[in-house]
């Protein structure tokens, strides 16, 4: 059994706003589909629900009356125009990321994708992007019984992974994502490219900002809270 110095280790990426910024395709998707059942969505309702699952969006939206079926259906519709967006205007990485991307799977980080949205997004940003397979492992909303802030999405990339919960870092731009990696027993890193403020146990601007040792680093650091 490998010691901790040896054991291996994993970072588990949420997509938007940490990968890409996809917010504008997603207020798009989201403000449309949400005008066909005449409501009128404001970007500050869309950003205080950035970063959820779309049953706690549409409970959030509609009410808690709102139906299973009538969630699967309007949230079908909106990922549906989403990746439609994706494939039409495209996205970019954000800064860093290619880089840190590279600089892990060199340095015999393993890495997964531990998203709140359907597996289909985010295969269609990890293929809109061209990335030359640095994922071990994609983990989706549909495959966990709970959303962020449940930690449900992160421990079963870990699991995938084979990776101690302890001995992964957990990359996010929500609050509701910190929390679950908190909850789940990893480090996180917050990278404030959708909100103002993170309570992850580091935050940066940007993941260009990172010192070449600072995943390293953040594994090393006593855990917050």
């Known amino acids: 059994m490998p010691d901790a110095a040896t054991a291996p280790r994993a970072v588990l990426w949420d997509v938007d706003g940490t990968l890409v910024d996809s917010a504008e395709c997603h207020y798009h998707a989201w403000r449309e589909t949400m005008a066909e059942h005449s409501y009128a969505l404001s970007r ?4 205080a629900t950035f970063g959820q699952r779309n049953d706690a969006v549409l409970r959030r939206y509609l009410g808690r009356s709102v139906t299973a079926e009538e969630v ?21 990485a954000l800064p860093g990321v290619r880089e840190w991307l ?19 997004n985010s295969e269609a940003i990890i293929d809109a992007l061209a990335l030359p397979a640095p994922f071990d492992a994609v983990v989706s909303a549909e495959e966990v019984a709970h959303g962020k802030p449940d930690p449900d999405v992160f421990l079963a990339a870990a699991e995938r992974l084979a990776v101690a919960p302890a001995r992964c870092v957990v990359v996010e731009d929500a609050p509701s994502g910190v929390e679950a990696g908190r909850r789940a027993g990893m480090r996180t890193l917050g990278v404030l490219s959708t909100h103002s403020r993170l309570d992850a146990d580091r935050v940066v601007r ?16 006593p855990r917050r809270g």
């Open 44 to 47: 500050e309702e869309f950003a």
């Open 72 to 92: 699967r259906r309007i949230g079908d519709a909106k990922e549906i125009r989403y990746r439609a967006l994706v494939a039409a205007r495209g996205v970019v």
């Open 102 to 120: 590279a600089r892990l799977r060199a340095a015999g980080w393993r890495q997964a994708v531990a998203s709140s949205g359907p597996r289909l």
């Open 206 to 221: 940007s993941l260009a900002d990172l010192e070449a040792n600072a995943f390293e680093t953040l594994l090393a650091t």
